[in-house]
Each structure stands twice: as C-alpha cells, then as structure tokens.
C-alpha cells in the first residue's frame, strides 16, 4: 500500500494548481492569489489556472482576462482582446474573440514563442504537428496549422441510433482521445470507437461495444497505443495496435469511480467517486494500473464536503478540493 498522511487543511480555497515541481498555487474566495503561501496579489473572478510551458496562466471566470505569473508577480497577458479556451501539451493556446453578435473566432498561440500561428473559424480542442482537429456533435473536422485550410471532414450522422439512460439518440461523438500511428482516435456515443487517418479523414478502424465514457475517466497513451478507462466499477486496458483487451478487472472494494486524474509516465490514476453506496461522491484515492487495483483511498471527513473533481498530484503530495472550499493536502511516500 501506499504510505499516505494528510499535511493540512486551507479553507476557503476557489481553485488551485500542483505542479510537478511541488509548488502550490492556490486562489481563495476574495480572489487572492498565493504560490507556496506567498501572495501574488488579485485578480477579479480569478478561477483559472493553466500550465503553460514553465509558467502560470490565470484566466477569470468567464476566461476573458489572462495573467501570466512570472518571477513570483503577476503580468497581464495579450491585453483585454483575446480570451482563452484551451491550453494543449502545455505550449499552444486556443485563444478566441467574440464579435458584436457573440460569434467567436479561434486562434492557435505558441507560447513558446510568443506569436499567433493561425486562425481558425471553428473550435479546435486537439493539436498534432501541424494538424489541429475539432468536432460537433455529428462531425470531426482537421485543419492544416501552416495554411489555416481545412484538410478533411467525417460525418456520422448515417451511424445508427443508440439507448441511453433508456432513451433513443441519435449518434453523437463524445470526445477525441488522441492520435497514435497517424491514426486519430474518436469515442462516438453507443460505445463505438473508431480510428481516422489524420491525412484523409478515412476511417481505418471500427470498433463496437467498447464502455468509454468521457475525458475524465478514459486515457489514451500516445507512446504505447494502450487506451486505459477507470469508471464506475471497472477498468480495462485496449491495445489500439491490436484491437484486443489486454486487462479487464472488476473493483469490487465498495468504491464507484467518478473520474480521475492522468499524468504522462506515472503509472497511477487518482480518482473520486462513492463509497458504500454513497449517492454523493464521498471518497477519492489512487488505483495503480500495473497492479490493476485501488492501492489508497480516503472518505469524506466529518463535517466536510463532498469530492467532484478527481484529486491532483505529483511526486511527494495529493490534494483535493471539495464542495465547501475545503483544500486538503497530503504528503505521500512512493510505492514500495
């Protein structure tokens, strides 16, 4: 087992961020921001917070203002016209402006080097070289970052209907996991998966009954082709390079997963959910994928909140933020 003691307690606490070099950055209530209990100063509706290649994003609320922070102070970023949607592999931000009639435009920002790549008509929320790809409910698109034109498009809407929660829907994609082999992979609703070739928009695979659910609980490993899912009361490993279950385990300790926390290299995923049949997620811990198993949980404290997002973590501590602002902090000692 896991050797796992709780550090402390901060009350009042909004949002917060551990990053891998165990600093904390947390923002409370009055909108104060503190990294490792130094104050930064404020910002209005602060909620926020992104990694951006080795500094902090902040972002308010609504995502319109953005702060950068920088040798332990906080710098306005790009001024009051861009606000920000995304940020992916820590380097590129989605940025986006609304005209008069509320319509928005998307740009691609390397942060690293400080300059906008493109513009995009359309939401983008995955890049790959220099594709980026987005999706609506019944179509996938890629665009060329170099040229900005749309390279392909892939329509499901001809993909048979499906029941969920006992109604009938049409089919609908529910997220782009990632892309392995110049293959990106595509969770379409009614527990299909399917692969499309990033080049043409061909579809190359199909796969039927697969449980994923969302991007909380299912994680594709880009180096190995190995689509991991933790929820409800099982998990499972799917080799994508050859379309067979490799791992499937029941959890059967009186724990429902929820969702949970996945970090490049770290064998482990962290995540809340319900304990002895809780109806509120009551519970959260660590389940190691190499031993298939739950290796460390805690429940909700007396008096305290409930847990519905997945804790974070790193090398030497876990927190987790429950639904009364509540953050708790752990220190914990690697697996033996």
Known sequence: MVNIIIKKVMTDIESYQILSNNSLIVVNDKNEISLNNMSLGKVELARHI?????????????????????????????????????????????????????????????????????????????????????????????????????????????????IDNFEERNADIKQILGVYKDILWVHVGGFQLIGLDIHTGERKHYVEDIWLEDKSTDFLDTKSGILRSLCYDHYYEFNLNSLQFIKQVKIDNGLTIRGSNSYPDDKCLYFCGHYNKSTLPNAFGIFDTEKAEIVWYDTRKPDGGYFYNPPQANDKHLAILDDKHNLLIYNREKDE
């Not at 986006?96 to 920002?109: A, H, S």
């Not at 890629?142 to 499906?162: F, H, K, L």
Request: proline letters at 2%; hydrophobic letters at 35%; charged letters at 25%.
């Open 50 to 162: 992104y990694v951006c290649s080795t500094d902090i994003l902040i972002a308010e609320l609504r995502n319109r203002t953005a702060y950068i922070i920088r040798d332990s102070m906080l710098h306005p970023f790009l001024g009051l016209d861009f606000s920000v949607s995304n940020v992916i592999n820590k380097k590129m931000l989605i940025l986006y402006k609304r005209d008069k009639l509320g319509r928005k435009t998307y740009y691609i920002y390397d942060y690293d080097e400080h300059r906008l790549l493109r513009e995009i008509s359309r939401y983008i929320n995955y890049l790959y070289n220099d594709f980026t790809f987005g999706y609506n409910e019944t179509e996938i698109y890629a665009y060329r970052i170099s040229t900005g034109d749309i390279q392909w498009q892939y329509s499901i809407q001809d993909y048979p209907r499906y």
